[in-house]
């Protein structure tokens, strides 16, 4: 039986630490998260390898150095209340929930959805609400949002987000083509209309599809107008 605990220590030290990653809360949630609990058995031996893995609905679970940039660049405090958007396994989800007050994570495949719920339950995970539907819509009747955080990339920040936003909170999500690779940008909302974004390197992920995003896999060229 492998030592998961050593495992995910061995995970945080040279995949996340080594490589600039230094919030407290987030490496300290990284390191109770169990990453094997969130991948299919047939890849579990690869839980905490240092790459994506594959999990149903042709979706994935990131790679972990991303999760944790994704969540340091969030920048994320205990009171704040966060918008996924691609629940896919619920491991990020899982993460989150050890550092903020609840989070809302929406995933528009139903069966990924009921499985992430199940497993987010069975590790107590009570502060986390996983919503079936189209998440480029955002969550209109729970906003705003101290921080959204996107596991799918756009052809450009949704109206809907950038509306759900509230002032002084951040948006982290992947900007650019359905098939990689995409900018990871941070957008913070300063004021009603004003938004400042940053860009925080090259990624490549899942499409975000939806009314406010692509309308199909592999859609670059038929993207609505923001």
Same mark, same amino acid.
């Given at each position: 039986?492998?030592?998961?605990?050593?495992?995910?220590?061995? %995970?945080?030290?040279?995949?996340? *630490?080594?490589?600039?990653?230094?919030?407290?809360?987030?490496?300290?949630?990284?390191?109770?998260?169990?990453?094997?609990? $969130?991948?299919?058995?047939?890849?579990? !031996?690869?839980?905490?390898? &240092?790459?994506?893995?594959?999990? +149903?609905?042709?979706?994935?679970?990131?790679?972990?150095?991303?999760?944790?940039? %994704?969540?340091?660049?969030?920048?994320?405090?205990?009171? @704040?209340?966060?918008?996924?958007?691609?629940?896919?396994?619920?491991?990020? !989800?899982?993460?989150?929930?050890?550092?903020?007050?609840?989070?809302?994570?929406?995933?528009? #495949?139903?069966?990924?959805?009921?499985?992430?719920?199940?497993?987010?339950?069975?590790?107590?995970? &009570?502060?986390?609400?996983?919503?079936?539907? @189209?998440?480029?819509?955002?969550?209109?009747?729970?906003?705003? $949002?101290?921080?959204?955080?996107? !596991?799918?990339?756009?052809?450009?920040?949704?109206? !809907?987000?950038? +509306?759900?936003?509230? *002032?002084?909170?951040?948006?982290?999500?992947?900007?650019?083509?359905?098939?990689?690779?995409?900018?990871? *940008?941070?957008?913070?909302?300063?004021?009603?209309? &004003?938004?400042?974004?940053?860009?925080?390197?090259?990624?490549? $992920?899942?499409?975000?599809?939806?009314?406010?995003?692509? #309308?199909?896999?592999?859609?670059? @060229? #038929?993207?609505?107008?923001?």
């Amino acid at each position: 039986m492998q030592d998961y605990e050593d495992l995910r220590e061995n %995970m945080v030290q040279r995949q996340l *630490i080594d490589r600039g990653v230094h919030d407290p809360a987030v490496l300290a949630a990284m390191r109770r998260v169990p990453r094997h609990a $969130f991948v299919p058995d047939n890849t579990r !031996a690869l839980a905490y390898d &240092d790459g994506a893995l594959p999990i +149903e609905c042709g979706q994935t679970i990131s790679q972990p150095y991303i999760v944790a940039l %994704m969540l340091q660049s969030a920048m994320l405090r205990p009171s @704040d209340r966060v918008l996924e958007i691609g629940t896919g396994s619920g491991y990020a !989800a899982a993460v989150m929930a050890r550092i903020v007050q609840v989070v809302h994570t929406v995933e528009r #495949h139903e069966r990924l959805a009921l499985k992430a719920r199940e497993q987010l339950q069975r590790l107590g995970c &009570d502060n986390v609400i996983v919503h079936v539907d @189209d998440g480029t819509l955002g969550l209109p009747s729970r906003a705003p $949002f101290d921080a959204i955080v996107a !596991a799918a990339s756009g052809p450009y920040v949704p109206p !809907a987000w950038r +509306e759900q936003l509230a *002032i002084g909170g951040r948006l982290i999500m992947p900007v650019g083509p359905s098939s990689g690779p995409q900018h990871l *940008i941070r957008l913070w909302r300063e004021a009603d209309t &004003d938004y400042r974004e940053q860009s925080l390197g090259m990624v490549a $992920f899942v499409p975000l599809i939806g009314k406010q995003a692509w #309308h199909s896999e592999g859609d670059n @060229d #038929h993207a609505p107008n923001p």
